[in-house]
């Protein structure tokens, strides 16, 4: 018996210095430090030395070791009161109370391949488009075209009085007719010397000064019926039937939209990329959802000293006559090759005075080694990181990042509202909501 009392001590103080060396390399997490190990292993291997003393020193020897024990529980129980149980207290507590995961909506940074643009805002032109005025006054005798309606080059739009004009012309026919007569008289006169070559030159002038008489009549009468110089549509009419017409009054208008113009302001700057033939994109206000695809016309001669812009004019086919002249148009023109960039959802990024942010996903930290009451770990185990970025372009519903995300990682799109740095979170398996199709206008 006595030896197998031996025995589980030696197992016990061996037990006890093992414990102690996990603890001490962190493979054993325990609220006890590991020199509470060590101690119990000497306490146990003093018991084995006592119980190998002779009987007469082993009784002194019994109660030293008593007093010395009853200290040790004392000042053990003083230690686990006064630094364990706070700790695990604490620990308790900050497991009890840990933030719980946040669902949050993801996206990957990805590298896409974008052409440098430039944005514009600009103003649709017809391609022609004139104010139809008459050159000779009159009352309106008859019209021929209705509001809006097409018509073809030479097409009659508007008869101008022109019976003066008309008995004007009359009377010059019968004068160049009189006249003729006169000169051919004059001619068979002087062909057998019977007249001076004087009254020849006078007929002759007569003549012309009649057929020019006649022509001019004829073409105050051309002016007086007002034609179409081209095909286009004509706008609003704003004469009626038997009103007066002055000089430069404007009857209608008549413009040519197929193909039509856009006209739009560039930075100064922009003049070292911009180039006639780039590409252009449109969109108007009126036609939502549908794009239309130009190219770039002409660039002003000059740079307005006021604004420091040169004006660019784009030219778009419009077959359908949907787009009209003075149309509010959105431009973006390519202007160079495509370039490799960073991007995000533009929900992604979080605005501040301090910079603009993105919270990124990455693993949980791990707890050191030993440390006293280690944080506990997510159960997703994920969390967030804050990063400062730097954006650049902005195309759509996605933006350019130039520098703080690396490509793959995992961004927050949606409910950053709710999230701070190194917060704990969760995937949330509905993607975030699209954008709208149209953003609404105030």
Do not use: C
Request: hydrophobic share 50%; proline share 8%; no cysteine.
């Amino acid at each position: 018996m006595r030896r197998i009392i031996n025995w589980i001590l030696l197992a016990l103080a061996l037990a006890a210095l093992a414990l102690g060396a996990l603890a001490q390399t962190g493979v054993l997490h325990s609220p006890a430090p590991p020199i509470a190990f060590g101690v119990a292993a000497g306490v146990f291997v003093a018991l084995l030395a006592i119980r190998s003393l002779p009987l007469g020193v082993r009784r002194p020897v019994v109660f030293l070791v008593t007093l010395v024990l009853l200290a040790a529980m004392t000042a053990g129980l003083a230690y686990f009161q006064f630094v364990i149980r706070p700790t695990m207290v604490k620990s308790f507590l900050s497991a009890a109370f840990a933030p719980k995961p946040t669902a949050v909506s993801v996206e990957p940074v990805k590298l896409e391949r974008w052409p440098p643009q430039l944005a514009a805002i600009g103003t649709l032109r017809a391609y022609q488009g004139i104010l139809i005025a008459p050159q000779a006054p009159g009352v309106v005798t008859a019209i021929h075209f209705e509001s809006a309606s097409d018509v073809q080059e030479g097409d009659l739009l508007i008869n101008i009085d022109d019976s003066v004009d008309q008995a004007d012309l009359a009377n010059g026919l019968a004068q160049l007719k009189n006249a003729e007569a006169t000169l051919a008289r004059q001619k068979t006169l002087v062909a057998g010397g019977n007249t001076p070559q004087s009254n020849l030159d006078s007929a002759l002038a007569a003549r012309d000064s009649a057929a020019a008489t006649v022509e001019r009549t004829k073409a105050v009468i051309a002016q007086k019926a007002i034609r179409a110089p081209f095909t286009g549509r004509l706008g609003l009419r704003n004469v009626d039937l038997g009103q007066y017409a002055s000089v430069g009054m404007t009857l209608a208008t008549l413009q040519q939209l197929d193909p039509i113009y856009a006209d739009f302001p560039a930075p100064e700057e922009a003049l070292a990329t911009l180039a006639v033939g780039e590409d252009v994109i449109m969109t108007v206000d009126a036609i939502p959802g549908q794009r239309f695809e130009g190219k770039v016309k002409a660039i002003d001669a000059r740079v307005s000293a006021e604004s420091r812009n040169v004006t660019v004019r784009a030219e778009f086919e419009n077959p359908g006559h949907k787009l009209l002249p003075g149309m509010f148009a959105n431009l973006t023109v390519t202007t160079g090759t495509p370039q490799e960039l960073l991007t995000l959802p533009r929900t992604a990024i979080v605005y501040s005075l301090y910079g603009d942010n993105v919270f990124v996903v990455v693993p949980a930290k791990k707890p050191e080694p030993g440390a006293a009451s280690p944080a506990p770990a997510p159960a997703s185990g994920l969390m967030v990181e804050r990063r400062f970025v730097k954006l650049g372009a902005i195309r759509d519903e996605r933006i350019a990042v130039t520098d703080g995300v690396r490509e793959g990682e995992t961004v927050v799109a949606a409910g950053q509202i709710k999230l701070q740095p190194n917060m704990p979170v969760i995937l949330d398996d509905h993607p975030a909501l699209p954008p709208p199709a149209e953003t609404p206008r105030p």
